[in-house]
């Protein structure tokens, strides 16, 4: 159905895409992988009208084509979601999901209302997605926005969709939902491009798999001939250890601690211990009130009740820069809103919570911030040019090393990262997993908030799990089962 053949493109100082190729069968499933900077969002950008090709050749049914704009790829029955969202935050969820076609009335002068909710909702209904056509997208979730996005897309019936890191943002029950609208597309005849970093996602739903690496095209096979390591050595060219975490913190200290902490509904009489040199494991359903309460933490929220300690001491800040002076420091799971200044460059968004301990009498010297920069550009691996490039101008995965970067700077006491891995390959998940480690045997208290059940057991000490804004119960890691996890995660909202 659709074929990319040796193409090439390049950016100012980066060659990202050289003699990459690609093709798509109708009713099939087909993982693109590869690390951050492989070239797998421009390749798809290229498909999707986005950005031109240096060289190499598009086909459509074997006729090729070339669009000049996304408007001409849609029109001609390929439509993307992309890893970054674009759901517009001032529109409610009608408005997002008809943006462009919306129904009219007096010859387009006036915008039918009563048909655009329900468009909308005959949609939603359809898709199986519950969800008020009427609420604005601002009060949803990063998960529920992500929702709305693929609903768009998958609402036009496409011939080809192309799905960019989907699940990054889901609960459980998203993922569901996904996963059978995919399985629904596929038998309508619909060829679906899944990008992900998620090796269970990949097996359980690619019938093939292309790999990129360096911009090259390294393999192309059956998913059935293929296992994770094989997989993971094309991807990053070397084996990487995926072995859990077997050590135990020494839990001596107790770094920050919480009682009766509420927030509205979300946050309602958590308790919680995290100790100095723990990485401590948060679990739980979207909605659970995870990112609620590190919000709370990290001083971007004030809590209706409840107290805090930071390592004996009351602890009560009024702001992020509080909390930071404080030594807590927040790496949020919103990357674009709140991780990184995109049209910053690199070196400039890694100082920006260390000017003062960079500069001298007020001023800070260009030389010493990229010197700075490029220190944790290489203890993250980075991929850029250099600390002047623009962070816009990077993959997902880079942008989200970049916001780690910042705030590791900063040799925070507590550090709580909300999603630390959304969008990272396998390889800088390994570097990622070591860095946090080293922090926490250095004493610093680490509090990891995410999705992926495996990632928490691998790297954790404890995991604790929250349901319906409560903390459900903790336990060792090392003693941790996916099925055990989502027993807790069940608890409280299958009892409200």
């Known amino acids: 159905m659709l074929e990319l053949s040796n193409i090439t493109k390049s950016f100012p100082g980066v060659r990202a895409l050289d003699g990459a190729r690609f093709d798509l069968r109708a009713g099939e499933v087909h993982a693109f992988m590869g690390e951050n900077g492989a070239g797998k969002s421009t390749m798809m950008k290229i498909a999707a009208g986005l950005f031109a090709p240096d060289t190499g050749t598009i086909r459509l049914d074997g006729v090729p084509v070339s669009f000049a704009n996304p408007s001409e790829a849609k029109a001609a029955g390929i439509h993307t979601v992309f890893q970054e969202l674009t759901v517009l935050e001032n529109l409610d969820v009608a408005q997002n999901l008809l943006i462009g076609r919306e129904p009219a009335l007096f010859g387009g002068a006036w915008l039918d209302r009563v048909a655009l909710y329900d468009e909308a909702a005959k949609i939603l209904r359809e898709l199986r997605i519950p969800m008020d056509p009427r609420r604005m997208a601002g009060r949803l979730s990063t998960g529920q926005r992500q929702i709305v996005e693929i609903a768009r897309a998958v609402a036009q019936n496409p011939r080809v969709l192309i799905l960019d890191e989907p699940t990054s943002s889901l609960g459980r029950h998203e993922e569901e939902l996904l996963f059978s609208l995919v399985a629904r597309l596929k038998t309508a005849g619909t060829g679906i491009v899944y990008i992900t970093h998620r090796m269970s996602e990949v097996f359980a739903l690619a019938d093939r798999i292309t790999v990129l690496r360096d911009g090259r095209h390294i393999l192309t096979d059956d998913a059935a001939n293929l296992d994770r390591p094989a997989l993971i050595r094309a991807m990053v060219g070397r084996d990487v250890s995926e072995a859990r975490h077997e050590g135990e913190s020494r839990r001596a200290e107790v770094a920050l601690e919480v009682r009766g902490l509420e927030r509205g509904a979300d946050v309602r009489g958590v308790d919680l211990t995290l100790y100095r040199g723990e990485v401590l494991g948060l679990a739980g359903l979207m909605g659970a009130g995870r990112t609620e309460l590190a919000r709370l933490m990290a001083g971007i929220d004030r809590p209706d009740a409840g107290e805090m300690m930071l390592f004996g001491q009351p602890y009560a800040p009024a702001s992020v820069r509080a909390a930071m002076l404080a030594g807590v420091?927040?790496?949020?799971?919103?990357?674009?809103g709140l991780g990184v200044v995109l049209p910053l460059p690199v070196g400039q968004n890694i100082a920006l919570p260390s000017l003062a301990r960079l500069s001298?009498?007020?001023?800070?010297?260009?030389?010493?911030?990229?010197?700075f920069a490029r220190d944790w550009m290489g203890r993250l691996g980075v991929r850029a040019t250099g600390p002047d490039t623009v962070v816009g101008t990077l993959s997902g995965g880079n942008q989200q090393k970049v916001a780690l970067a910042k705030w590791l700077s900063t040799a925070p006491r507590v550090i709580l990262l909300d999603e630390p891995t959304r969008g990272v390959d396998v390889g800088a998940k390994a570097e990622i997993y070591t860095l946090i480690r080293a922090?926490?045997?250095?004493?610093?208290?680490v509090l990891v908030i995410s999705s992926e059940l495996p990632e928490l057991m691998q790297l954790c000490d404890r995991i604790a799990v929250m349901a319906q804004g409560r903390v459900s119960g903790d336990l060792p890691a090392v003693e941790a089962s996916e099925t055990a996890l989502l027993e807790l995660a069940f608890d409280e909202s299958e009892a409200a």
């Open 329 to 336: 420091a927040y790496v949020s799971e919103d990357r674009k």
């Open 360 to 371: 001298r009498s007020g001023w800070v010297s260009p030389a010493r911030l990229r010197d």
């Open 439 to 445: 922090l926490a045997a250095e004493g610093t208290a």
